[in-house]
Every structure is written in structure tokens, then in C-alpha cells.
T-cell receptor
Framework: NAGVTQTPKFQVLKTGQSMTLQCAQD?????MYWYRQDPGMGLRLIYY???????DKGEVPNGYNVSRLNKREFSLRLESAAPSQTSVYFC????????????FGEGSWLTVV | SQQGEEDPQALSIQEGENATMNCSYK?????LQWYRQNSGRGLVHLIL?????REKHSGRLRVTLDTSKKSSSLLITASRAADTASYFC??????????FGPGTRLSVLP
């Protein structure tokens, strides 16, 4: 099983450029998440999708947009990248929101210069 | 402090020793989970303990939960070099998404 697959693995952007991080899961999970991980900060939730057709803001949504394209895919878009968005981004999924194990992708390293 | 906060921030032990890391949280929870992250990789689920459980075991892992003190501990017995990783607790407060702490970096020296 591939689990949660996210692309690209590494990306360098110039300030103001846009890009989309792609994520797909093959576990038939209802809920999907985008986190960012910064040193000493743990994981912070950017956006989540509790089920297909719904998306909601997490803790740090500013500067990001998401699309739940279908049950499998959940993309994260940076419309105008800023250096503060330099981070490691993780896509994750779970069967549901409550009391479930979260399955993570391998991460996308994004640098904004 | 954050909802989930691990202690210590970093821990170095010798192979074969036991490693204990703690997690404290602020609000009531439905359950608490521990995850491991190897360098450059995603997080991997280790164990889930529900709010009505006090202790749980999985292989060399032992997790305790004290809801009165709002704390949990993860014990790794007979540690190996392969246990070197960061360990995160994730809490599941009512009506909120999972909240992760900043993690404990464990180094197991051969």
C-alpha cells in the first residue's frame, strides 16, 4: 500500500510565486489534513477536510488555500509564497476525525527565497 | 505551554537503557496518541490510549495516562540505536482536531 503520497518532495520558490502541493491517499479515509512543521513548534494544522466536499481552517490557514478534489486527493495551494512559509509540509489522513490514527505522508520541503 | 507539550526536549541514552518521555496537556481529552518521526520522514503512529485507560503496552513500549494530572508518559524499554527519532504526543480534545506537541528528540548511542 502506498498510504499517503505527497508531491513534490522538495521545492524552492521565489517570493510571490505560487505552487500547489498534491496529496493522495489510497486507504479510503474520510478525513485529510495539511500540517506544517517548523523547528521547536511541533506540527501545526493549516487546513483539514473532515469528509469529501468539506474543508475547514486549522490553526495557521493564512496564505494557503485547499481543495478536496475527491475522496482520495487533497491539495494545498500557496497563492503568493512568502519566506515565512518556508517549512516542511505534511499531508495526512484518518478514517474519521475523532479517536483515529493519523497516517502521514513523507513530507514536502519548501523553501521560499 | 501548548496543549500537548513533551518533556524533555532532548534525551540521550545508551543502547539497552530505558527511555522515558512525558507529555502534559491542558484541556480534557478523548484520547492521546504517541507518534515517532525519523529524521527526514513523516510521523508514524505508535500507540493510542483512551481517556478511560490508565496503561497500555505494545512490544517495548509502555504508555501511561493520568487524566487527573493531565499527563502521559512513554517508556521505551531496552532501547536500540534504531529508536533514535523524535517522539510526539497528540491529544484529541473534544470538538477540536488533534494537537501535537513540539516533540522529544531521543538519541540512542551505541
Amino acid at each position: 500500500n502506498a498510504g499517503v503520497t505527497q508531491t513534490p518532495k522538495f521545492q524552492v520558490l521565489k517570493t510571490g510565486q505560487s505552487m500547489t502541493l498534491q496529496c493522495a491517499q489510497d486507504m479510503n479515509h474520510n478525513s485529510m489534513y495539511w500540517y506544517r512543521q517548523d523547528p521547536g513548534m511541533g506540527l501545526r494544522l493549516i487546513y483539514y477536510s473532515a469528509s469529501e466536499g468539506t474543508t475547514d481552517k486549522g490553526e495557521v490557514p493564512n496564505g494557503y488555500n485547499v481543495s478536496r478534489l475527491n475522496k482520495r486527493e487533497f491539495s494545498l495551494r500557496l497563492e503568493s509564497a512568502a519566506p515565512s512559509q518556508t517549512s516542511v509540509y505534511f499531508c495526512a489522513s484518518s478514517p474519521g476525525q475523532r479517536g483515529n490514527t493519523i497516517y502521514f505522508g513523507e513530507g514536502s520541503w519548501l523553501t521560499v527565497v | 505551554s501548548q496543549q500537548g507539550e513533551e518533556d524533555p526536549q532532548a534525551l540521550s541514552i545508551q543502547e539497552g537503557e530505558n527511555a522515558t518521555m512525558n507529555c502534559s496537556y491542558k484541556t480534557s481529552i478523548n484520547n492521546l496518541q504517541w507518534y515517532r518521526q525519523n529524521s527526514g520522514r513523516g510521523l508514524v503512529h505508535l500507540i493510542l490510549i483512551r481517556s478511560n485507560e490508565r496503561e497500555k503496552h505494545s512490544g517495548r513500549l509502555r504508555v501511561t495516562l493520568d487524566t487527573s494530572k493531565k499527563s502521559s508518559s512513554l517508556l521505551i524499554t531496552a532501547s536500540r540505536a534504531a529508536d533514535t527519532a523524535s517522539y510526539f504526543c497528540a491529544t484529541d480534545p473534544p470538538y477540536q482536531n488533534f494537537v501535537f506537541g513540539p516533540g522529544t528528540r531521543l538519541s540512542v548511542l551505541p
